[in-house]
């Protein structure tokens, strides 16, 4: 892996708060929601809900995530891909997952204190960079 670029991508990750998530329905149907998401240094992405909403079970029954991070202006783009497996956190590693998460992500947490409430963490098989700031339009994997 490209260090330089691999560092970009992280700083780029670091600086953002929200993601797209896109997972698959009982019916093997895309559906997606906005997610608050830290990653570490290895790009693991952790991410937090509760068991009694839909996409618990849905990510139970298929693993395979897929997130986007766009840059949140019009020019230039500037957004990462990234595809991976979901898995559920015991207790003890969730809670050290949540201390994590709120040293990267201050964002308010809406989920978080419910009885319910879970962590999952996505190890990443793909992760893909596009970056059109030197107004070409360049895109890079990072794992493929």
Same mark, same amino acid.
């Given at each position: #892996?490209? &260090? ?6 992280? !700083?780029?990750? @670091? ?19 906005? #997610?608050? $998401?830290?990653?570490?240094? !290895?790009?693991? =992405? ?9 996409? $618990?079970?849905?990510?139970?029954? @298929? ?6 991070? #766009?840059?949140? &202006?019009?020019?230039?783009?500037k =957004?990462?891909? +990234?595809?991976?497996?979901?898995e559920?956190?015991?207790? !003890?590693?969730?809670? +050290? *997952? ?7 992500n &201050?964002?308010? $947490?809406? =989920? !978080?204190? *419910?009885d319910?409430?879970? #962590?999952?963490?996505? =190890?990443?098989?793909? +992760?893909?960079?596009?970056? *059109?700031s ?11």
């Amino acid at each position: #892996m490209d &260090q330089n670029l691999a560092q970009t991508v992280r !700083e780029f990750l @670091n600086n953002h708060r929200k993601a797209i998530f896109a997972i698959n329905d009982d019916a093997g149907l895309p559906t997606t929601s906005l #997610m608050l $998401y830290a990653i570490d240094d !290895e790009f693991n =992405v952790y991410f937090g809900t509760r068991r009694g909403f839909g996409k $618990y079970q849905h990510i139970l029954k @298929n693993p395979t995530i897929s997130l986007s991070v #766009m840059e949140e &202006q019009i020019d230039p783009l500037k =957004v990462t891909d +990234i595809r991976g497996s979901a898995e559920e956190l015991s207790h !003890e590693e969730g809670e +050290i *997952a949540q201390a994590f998460f709120k040293t990267k992500n &201050q964002s308010k $947490y809406y =989920v !978080e204190g *419910a009885d319910d409430f879970v #962590m999952f963490k996505i =190890v990443p098989h793909l +992760i893909r960079f596009a970056d *059109a700031s030197s107004g070409e339009l360049k895109i890079v994997n990072l794992l493929a």
